[in-house]
């Protein structure tokens, strides 16, 4: 019953906001269906605002988009995962991120059926501690490369832990100054490669991590990555796209005392004007939601009450009397200095905008295409 209008334009408009703030290559990461907007059309779209190259999560996200775009630079930012994959890479022309030995072995291996090298990206772990090669694998790592004849070194990566945070800019200055050294001992080796290191917030706030490559996601769907620090200003101008709106199917008094939802864990303190919306956690809008979220109706915020079901959420409908069965109401977005956005679903939910993005995206989507 949830629907979720993308607009495109605002987009377009998020990727040349972002293309003013830097002399870097941008790589548009449009992994997980594009934080759940779509990832044919997100990606048609900033290829139409002049996007030359794109950052995937898996192989099989590189291969519907090469479907879709033939001449567009891609990136899988996860690298080879199943045997397939290999074969895709080659094939339609994926730069795989990769960060074990197992994975580098393997591409080897497959390289060498090969009448051309298979450009890389190489993944180096500076403090983010998840996936990459560390520092003490250098050595051993430099001494392979030599023989994997077949592989073309084309770009170092990292990914920054802390950049939202002004507090913590001394830990991003530590990644980016490990990172450096890294890139030195393979510059040291003759060889030449791009270096990337910046999400959304380094894009916005830490011009001296952009060097050839800044790789934004969540700023591209409009959410303002600096949006909790003293740096917020720096973000305005992000328009968020993903509009999710829901129908309200009942609208009843609920006289004082009396409860609602499961639990009866809201009672009203006095007489009240309900409104049951076609909504919960069945469309991925989270239980989490219960007694905490809001949603907007003709510029105001009502309030959840009691427990979000699997299909049906409560709202206070008090203050908007004329609201009725068959009209609709915004789960996320809308006009206005009231609207929803994602950073609010996501500080009532517990959670963060790319989670509200990709589950509520899930819903059926139409776009929205201006000029």
Same mark, same amino acid.
């Given at each position: 019953m949830l629907k979720a209008a993308v607009d495109l334009n605002s987009i377009r408009d998020n990727f040349l906001f972002l293309r003013k703030k830097t002399q870097s290559r941008i790589m548009a990461v449009v992994k997980a269906d594009a934080y759940g907007h779509g990832l044919k059309e997100v990606s048609i779209s900033l290829a139409s605002a002049g996007a030359e190259t794109f950052g995937v999560g898996t192989v099989r996200e590189g291969l519907l988009l090469r479907n879709c775009l033939d001449r567009?630079? @891609?990136?899988?930012?996860?690298?080879?995962?199943?045997?397939?994959?290999?074969?895709?890479?080659r094939s339609r022309r994926i @730069? &795989? +991120?990769?960060?074990?030995?197992e994975q580098l072995k393997a591409l080897s291996e497959f390289s060498r *059926?090969?009448?051309?090298?298979? &450009?890389?990206?190489?993944?180096?772990?500076?403090?983010? %501690?998840?996936?990459? +090669?560390?520092?003490?694998?250098?050595?051993?790592?430099?001494?392979?490369? %030599? %023989?994997c004849q077949g592989l073309e070194l084309d770009m170092l990566a990292s990914h920054l832990a802390l950049t939202d945070d002004p507090m913590k800019q001394d830990k991003v200055k530590k990644q980016l100054e490990i990172f450096m050294k890294y890139c030195r001992a393979f510059a040291n080796k003759g060889l030449e490669f791009k270096k990337s290191i910046a999400n959304s917030a380094a894009l916005i706030d830490c011009p001296e991590t952009h060097l050839d490559m800044v790789r934004p996601g969540i700023a591209l769907y409009g959410d /303002?990555?600096? #949006?909790?620090?003293?740096? #917020?200003?720096?973000?305005?101008?992000?328009?968020?796209?993903?509009? @999710?709106?829901?129908?309200?199917?009942?609208?009843?008094?609920?006289?004082?005392?009396?409860?609602?939802?499961?639990?009866?864990? +809201?009672?009203?303190?006095k007489d009240m004007r309900i409104a049951v919306i076609g909504c919960g956690y069945a469309h991925n809008y989270s239980r989490m939601l219960s007694n905490r979220g809001w949603m907007f109706y003709q510029g105001e915020r009502l309030p959840v009450?009691? #427990?979000?079901?699997?299909?049906? *959420?409560?709202?206070?409908?008090?203050?908007? &009397?004329?609201?009725?069965?068959?009209?609709?109401?915004?789960?996320?977005?809308?006009?206005?200095? /009231?609207?929803?956005?994602?950073?609010?679903?996501?500080?009532?939910?517990?959670?963060?905008?790319?989670?509200? +993005?990709c589950l509520l995206g899930r819903n059926p989507r139409e776009y929205i295409r201006r000029g």
């Open positions: 567009v630079h @891609i990136y899988s930012l996860l690298g080879p995962m199943e045997e397939e994959d290999y074969q895709i890479i @730069i &795989p +991120f990769i960060h074990s030995w *059926t090969c009448t051309e090298k298979i &450009p890389v990206a190489l993944k180096l772990e500076t403090g983010m %501690n998840r996936l990459g +090669f560390r520092g003490s694998d250098l050595e051993m790592l430099l001494e392979l490369w %030599n %023989n /303002n990555p600096v #949006r909790s620090s003293s740096l #917020r200003s720096k973000g305005q101008g992000l328009v968020q796209a993903m509009h @999710i709106t829901a129908p309200v199917l009942a609208v009843h008094e609920l006289k004082a005392g009396e409860g609602v939802s499961y639990g009866l864990c +809201f009672t009203a303190p009450l009691g #427990r979000v079901c699997m299909q049906l *959420t409560v709202l206070d409908a008090t203050c908007v &009397p004329g609201i009725s069965a068959g009209e609709k109401v915004h789960v996320l977005g809308g006009s206005g200095e /009231n609207s929803i956005s994602a950073g609010d679903t996501a500080r009532w939910w517990g959670t963060v905008a790319y989670e509200v +993005f």
